[in-house]
């Protein structure tokens, strides 16, 4: 399967806790994206990330990324109750038109 | 910014019935479109892509199929559906070229009883 991985498959925490989700890939990539998926709803992007870089921050979000692990990880600081829903990672694939997805981290965060 | 629109939300069709999922897209041209299955708590499994009218890229062929008649549309399709077709749906955008994000309709939920 070319499907990346997600680690946490779930992750629980309390309001105000950081949340630490994983992402690893297969291939060479060309950008690693997040989005946030709320229950049966279509896809919100969060924060993009080149391969080129090593790390970014948006508001409450900070992703990083290895590209020599094939790996990123998500921290979403101070979380807050309407942060639950479910986190994806996303790869475009470098020499092909594939955007591919990781199988996600489910998160609920506790007031 | 690009808006995806997708049609039905919700669809429940008997076993061995067609399926004629359509999206479209405004607010951009040339785009490269995707169409997505996501089972219940599960990722999304890339099922095909297109990078313009008439060119599709099958991931999974299965039983489904796909097309892209105009540019900005793009329509998943199935003879005879099976219970194995039932999920959600998920249409997107993607400009490769550009170091953009997708872009997604809101989805189909499946059901096929």
């Known amino acids: 399967s070319q499907q990346g991985e997600e680690d946490p498959q779930a992750l629980s925490i309390q309001e105000g806790e950081n949340a630490t989700m994983n992402c690893s890939y297969k291939?060479?990539?060309?950008?690693l994206q997040w989005y946030r998926q709320n229950s049966g709803r279509g896809l919100v992007h969060l924060i993009l990330?080149?391969?080129?870089?090593r790390e970014k921050h948006s508001g409450r979000l900070r992703v990083t990324l290895d590209t020599s692990k094939k790996s990123s990880s998500l921290l979403i600081t101070a979380s807050r109750a309407a942060d639950t829903a479910s986190y994806f990672c996303?790869?475009?694939?470098?020499?092909?038109?594939?955007?591919?997805f990781g199988t996600g981290t489910r998160l609920k965060v506790l007031a | 910014s690009q808006t995806i629109h997708q049609w039905p939300a919700t669809l429940v069709q008997p076993v061995g019935s067609p399926l004629s999922l359509e999206c479209t897209v405004e607010?951009?041209?040339?785009?490269?479109l995707y169409w997505y299955r996501q089972a219940a708590g599960r990722g999304l499994q890339l099922l095909f892509y297109?990078?313009?009218?008439?060119?599709i890229s099958s991931e999974v062929p299965q039983n489904l199929s796909a097309s892209r008649p105009q540019d900005r549309q793009f329509i998943l399709s199935s003879k005879k559906l099976l219970l194995s077709d039932s999920g959600f749906y998920l249409c997107?955008?993607?400009?490769?070229?550009?170091?953009?994000?997708?872009?997604f309709g809101q989805g189909t939920r499946l059901t096929v009883v």
């Open positions: 607010g951009t041209s040339n785009p490269n």
């Open positions: 297109s990078v313009g009218i008439g060119q």
């Open positions: 990330i080149r391969s080129n870089e």
């Open positions: 291939t060479s990539i060309n950008n």
């Open positions: 996303a790869t475009s694939t470098s020499g092909t038109y594939k955007y591919i």
């Open positions: 997107a955008s993607f400009w490769y070229t550009q170091n953009t994000e997708a872009f």
